[in-house]
């Protein structure tokens, strides 16, 4: 079982939609948690950190964690064609240097 | 502008040989990474360095090399030992060790 797993996609959706991108992960020492975007033949973008449990706003992305679940979200609110992309979830644990764990992406394409 | 510039963008190689990637950040981040990345598989730790003059291996460092002799820049060398370097590679780098990483826009390497 991989230490992050989340769904490849592809995750079709119309323009204006409400997405829902998640995470599981097996591991309860993590306590950092990120979101990156990545286009096609470019690098990642971080979008969202946070720390332990709970939601962080920035603009139309909200981050939820759900440390009791060992589930993460990222909600993106009135969907763009240009947020088609690949979202990668990360994490880490909190004690010296900790390498981060990548899931292997989930591709989302919103059509106008 | 600040930011972290990958080159060549493509490259490619021959049996047999070594070829270097080079990653410059003028974001006056003391930490620097390389990350691999392959189809299906989240991104996977190749070296890190945490200052200048100092790296440490990643999971997956069998068939690279790295130095730090700046801290703005962290080449990478893929080795003629690591026999399937077919595959993305991106830098990022930190302001410290377990700060959030930020990615350049990656070397495709491919085998002639």
């Known amino acids: 079982q991989k230490e992050v797993e989340q769904d490849p996609g592809p995750l079709s959706v119309p323009e204006g939609a409400i997405v829902s991108l998640n995470c599981t992960y097996s591991n309860s020492a993590f306590q950092y948690f990120m979101w990156y975007r990545q286009y096609s033949r470019k690098g990642p973008e971080l979008l969202m950190y946070?720390?332990?449990?709970g939601n962080k706003e920035d603009g139309r992305f909200t981050a939820q964690v759900d440390k009791s679940s060992k589930y993460i979200s990222l909600f993106i609110r009135d969907s763009q064609p240009s947020d088609s992309a690949t979202y990668l979830c990360?994490?880490?644990?909190?004690?010296?240097?900790?390498?981060?764990?990548f899931g292997t992406g989930t591709r989302l394409l919103v059509s106008p | 502008d600040g930011g972290i510039t990958q080159s060549p963008k493509y490259l490619f190689r021959k049996e047999g040989q070594n070829v270097t990637l080079s990653c410059e950040q003028n974001?006056?981040?003391?930490?620097m990474y390389w990350y691999r990345q392959d189809p299906g598989q989240g991104l996977r730790l190749i070296y890190y360095?945490?200052?200048?003059?100092?790296?440490q291996k990643g999971d997956i460092a069998e068939g690279y090399s790295v130095s730090r002799e700046k801290k703005e820049s962290f080449p990478l060398t893929v080795t003629s030992a690591q026999k399937n370097p077919t595959a993305f590679y991106l830098c990022?780098?930190?302001?410290?060790?377990?700060?959030?990483?930020?990615f350049g826009d990656g070397t495709r390497l491919s085998i002639l």
């Open positions: 360095s945490q200052i200048v003059n100092d790296f």
């Open positions: 974001l006056n981040h003391d930490a």
């Open positions: 990022a780098s930190s302001a410290g060790v377990n700060q959030p990483q930020h």
């Open positions: 990360a994490m880490r644990m909190n004690t010296g240097f900790q390498k981060l764990v």
């Open positions: 946070t720390y332990s449990s």
